[in-house]
């Protein structure tokens, strides 16, 4: 099996019902890295109307591990998710967070990320919330 690539962020889509939430992250390209990446992330961010960062729900992808996250800034806490919650489709990745919630109203803002190796390489991806 070969090692997973980082590809392009192009669109994320979340979301929210009965207390979950779905997150639907759309690939591109794979990246033109020099060498094998150790690790990557693909990340949807939230923030309030008064611009505050209140969450981060992501995915972090290894040869070794997937596993699934969503860090709460507010109160510095984390739920970790394992790779039973995350599902390939084609060009996709959907992650379902459990017992989760966006934790922003009708105000805030969605925006996706992608890192490699800790590294922003994409941010302000486009993020649709979908009713």
Do not use: C
């Not at 390939?88 to 190796?117: I, K, N």
């Amino acid at each position: 099996m070969s090692a997973p690539v980082p590809r392009e962020l192009l669109l994320v889509m979340a979301e929210s019902d009965n207390g979950n939430v779905l997150v639907t992250f759309d690939l591109g390209e794979p990246w033109g890295l020099d060498v094998p990446a150790e690790w990557f992330t693909y990340g949807l961010a939230v923030t309030g109307a008064d611009g505050v960062l209140l969450k981060h729900f992501g995915v972090r992808i290894s040869p070794t591990e997937t596993k699934a996250f969503v860090f709460d800034f507010p109160s510095t806490t984390q739920a970790n998710y394992s790779a039973s919650h995350v599902q390939g489709r084609g060009t996709s990745l959907v992650v379902r967070f459990t017992d989760a919630t966006l934790g922003a109203g009708a105000e805030g803002s969605f925006t996706g990320f992608a890192t490699v190796e800790g590294e922003d390489v994409a941010i302000d991806v486009p993020a649709q919330l979908l009713p």
